[in-house]
């Protein structure tokens, strides 16, 4: 999409998105498409969360990430986690009290600032911040991750979800939707640190981190077919487009996605998507 259109303010931003959100959570990974939750157990395997430790978890939307960390800390250790939109922190609470997690809160909060009111968190205390597909949200990524570094106790780790390749398979989709919509939260600024591996490198290790390392996997999401694709697009951050389609243009708009859509379903009549999503594991060693 077009590189020509104005970023928003960093303020305006986080607020849009936090409204965003708020859209998106009373269906976010309900519309029985698994997507977010294998990709937020991932993060806690890769960021070797273990017992006992203490967790924050930025940007935690409903759960994902924050369920299996609260499962692999057990009693002895506890998650946090913290999101700008008040209905994610909401599913967070319910996720919490449908799997009785007595170690877990979630908290509406900056993950920029991390900070919060009453207790705020102290210097060194945690012993690892996940992120799972968020921080590429954040209009200052780089003073996140300083604030992460000094939040982390000697040896923690600092551990982000984020994607790589999209599935060219699926270009066709998106180029027929283009003409119709301009807004998409998936943006990254000239200056984003995730545009490439080398650069969320350079940005960590700049920033204090060392034994820096990205894996990359491919995510698989299959959709029974173009209406539960549709119905999941309402449900994440995909919306935005699909909210800023003028309303006397949505009918076009949908009929030429529909047509490029067929093209890509399975003799079953499903449609499945492969994009690449990397993890990025970095140590705060003193
Ligand atoms: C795609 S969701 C991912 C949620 C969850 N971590 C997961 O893996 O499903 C991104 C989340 O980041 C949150 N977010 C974006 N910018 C934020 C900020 N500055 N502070 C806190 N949360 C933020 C959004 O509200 C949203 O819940």
Not at 248 to 269: I, N, T, Y
């Amino acid at each position: 999409m077009s590189g020509t259109l104005r970023h928003p303010a960093p303020d305006e931003h986080k607020e849009a998105l936090a409204r965003l959100f708020d859209r998106s959570a009373p269906t976010y990974e309900k519309v029985g498409v698994s997507h977010f939750d294998a990709l937020g157990r991932q993060l806690v395997a890769e960021a070797r969360v273990r017992e006992g430790e203490r967790v924050l978890d930025v940007g935690c939307g409903t759960g994902a990430v924050l369920v299996p960390a609260a499962r692999a800390v057990g009693p002895s250790g506890s998650v946090t986690g913290i999101d700008l939109s008040a209905g994610m922190v909401e599913r967070s609470r319910a996720a919490i009290a449908e799997e009785g997690l007595g170690n877990a809160r979630a908290l509406v909060a900056d993950a920029e600032t991390a900070h919060w009111e009453p207790g705020p968190p102290v210097d060194g205390t945690f012993d690892a911040v996940l992120a799972g597909i968020s921080m590429f949200f954040f209009p200052h990524p780089r003073a996140a991750a300083a604030r992460y570094r000094r939040l982390l106790a000697d040896g923690g780790r600092f551990a982000i979800s984020w994607w790589g390749r999209q599935d060219e398979r699926w270009n066709p989709v998106f180029a027929a939707s283009a003409p119709y919509g301009g807004a998409s939260s998936h943006r990254l600024p000239p200056d984003s640190p995730f545009r490439s591996v080398e650069d969320l490198h350079a940005m960590l290790s700049e920033e204090g981190f060392s034994s820096v390392d990205t894996v990359e996997r491919t995510c698989v999401t299959r959709f029974r077919g173009p209406h539960q694709w549709w119905q999941w697009v309402w449900s994440t951050a995909g919306r935005q487009f699909w909210e800023s389609v003028p309303e006397d243009a949505m009918a076009d708009a949908v009929k030429a996605v529909e047509a490029e859509l067929a093209g890509l379903r399975a003799p079953d009549g499903s449609l499945t998507s492969r994009n690449t999503v990397r993890f990025t594991v970095a140590e705060a060693a003193r």
